[in-house]
């Protein structure tokens, strides 16, 4: 397992701003991913990019050095200067084998968390494998790892209340909008028809909510999310052009830089001098800073949730001993069971072997002696031979695991 490691950036240890240079959308990945994988000379590549971690998951038997941290880094993002370079190598945390194992399973199990208890973690370590995997990029250690992580995160959210009325950074923000008094007849602009946004919207779209227009990059995305809310679907593209005016502004996209400027933003209020609120949950962050400085705004963002999370942290530390004992017992059996399937890889020739001889004494060996057979009594060896073959076959990947697996205890 010393092979299986994790390259960590998380709120715990960086500026959301700083993990955000090494976002990469859906698009990007597929553009990158592949050749990433090569040129850092990895077996495996996971990348596991949310609103407030980047966490490469790697196998390989390459030293996690600050030299290594800088070609990835780079790699993902030419556009980092030696600053960001420099910062970004002081924030990250590596694990190594079981250690790494521990700390993906505490991932899915929202221990790390901005937000403890928050299910949607696990849907995207998932949603991650699973577009990795299909890029190719993954392998059997990998597979197992996932298989094991989403298994102990299904056992934690069962066995304990960790995620018991789980406060997602969507719900925090909107609890906060629902808090500033905004009637269902607010007009609300979403730029971005992303999987946060169409979760706002759905708290939104619950509470009676109504007056909706979604402003997206793609307009058939946008137009998606627009028929669910019984709104309207604009281009991003056209949002100089929008004239109707809004009370709130939600905002989350891919984007690496801020996609609503002051310009734009001064666009779409005109005359109106009414206090607006802005909701911005993308990292990096969608709405430059000069919205914020020189408008008469509510902003609410990512960075502003983090003490109601800390909060939350502590009404829910009770339940965190007993998700690590859950934790600790599975990265144990996942020993196991991944040596034994060591074992068994490292025995898969033998049954090609088997078959070989027992075809070779039948064929060549043994070939005028099996003329003197007739067809049945030929069957009828064939059928003892073939039954020994099996029979071998799982007696010695049976005795290789007790051997292998006793010597490791």
Request: aromatic residues 8%; hydrophobic residues 40%.
């Amino acid at each position: 397992m010393n092979s299986f490691k994790i390259i960590s950036l998380t709120h715990k240890s960086a500026p959301l701003e700083l993990i955000g240079k090494l976002h990469l959308d859906e698009n990007h990945q597929q553009d990158y991913l592949g050749g990433l994988k090569i040129r850092m000379d990895l077996k495996e590549l996971m990348f596991l990019s949310t609103c407030n971690r980047v966490e490469f998951v790697v196998n390989t038997d390459r030293e996690i050095a600050p030299d290594f941290l800088s070609d990835l880094f780079y790699s993902v993002n030419s556009r980092l200067t030696k600053e960001d370079l420099t910062d970004l190598i002081d924030k990250t945390i590596t694990y190594e084998g079981e250690n790494a194992l521990t700390h993906l399973f505490e991932v899915s199990a929202s221990l790390d968390s901005l937000v403890v208890g928050e299910r949607e973690i696990i849907t995207q370590v998932r949603k991650s494998y699973e577009f990795c995997n299909l890029l190719g990029l993954t392998g059997d250690t990998i597979r197992l790892a996932i298989k094991q992580t989403i298994e102990t995160a299904k056992q934690v959210y069962t066995d304990t209340d960790i995620a018991k009325n789980p406060v997602s950074i969507v719900s925090l923000a909107y609890r906060q909008l629902r808090s500033l008094g905004i009637k269902n007849n607010a007009r609300i602009i979403f730029v971005g028809a992303g999987e946060t946004n169409a979760n706002m919207a759905k708290y939104l779209k619950k509470h009676q909510y109504a007056n909706f227009t979604v402003f997206n990059r793609t307009l058939e995305n946008a137009e998606k999310l627009a028929k669910e809310l019984n709104g309207k679907a604009r281009e991003l593209s056209h949002i100089n052009d929008f004239k109707e005016g809004f009370d709130v502004l939600i905002s989350c996209t891919g984007a690496q830089g801020a996609v609503v400027t002051n310009e734009i933003y001064k666009s779409l209020i005109g005359n109106d001098t009414a206090k607006k609120v802005i909701i911005d949950l993308a990292i990096p962050a969608d709405i430059d800073s000069r919205v914020i400085e020189s408008n008469d705004v509510h902003y609410i963002n990512v960075e502003s949730l983090k003490k109601q999370a800390a909060d939350n942290l502590l009404k829910r530390e009770g339940e965190i001993d007993a998700c690590k004992a859950i934790i600790n017992n599975k990265v144990e059996e996942f020993k196991q069971l991944f040596q034994e399937r060591r074992i068994e890889l490292a025995f898969g020739e033998i049954p090609k072997q088997i078959k070989y001889i027992k075809e070779t004494a039948l064929n060549e060996v043994f070939a005028k002696e099996m003329n003197t057979l007739d067809p049945q009594g030929k069957e009828v060896l064939d059928k003892v031979l073939s039954y020994m073959e099996k029979k071998y076959n799982a007696l010695a990947i049976k005795t290789a695991k007790k051997v292998f697996l006793e010597e490791d205890l």
